[in-house]
């Protein structure tokens, strides 16, 4: 996975919702859609989307499948944003040391 397919992935509003739904832990499908305006069956392309983009993880569990926001994907949009944030404190340093 890269920061850029991450960040394409969570683009579209509907799985950016389904991916915040996640932050709470895991969930199956239907608990995913529930009180979206899309369909159950919306909702799965939406986590194969998340899931190619690397961003989201599933397991069987039974019949059904449980999906989990999948860390090691979600590390690389961190240190993507993080080389930003570093290049900004060294830029206020250097001009708090050189005025």
Known sequence: MTYASGFAALADPTRHLIFERLRDGPATVSVLAAG????????SQHLKALKQAGLVADQAEGARRVYRIDWSGLNALRTYLDGFWEAEMLRQMEERRFG
């Open 36 to 43: 979206l305006p899309v369909s159950r069956p919306a909702v």
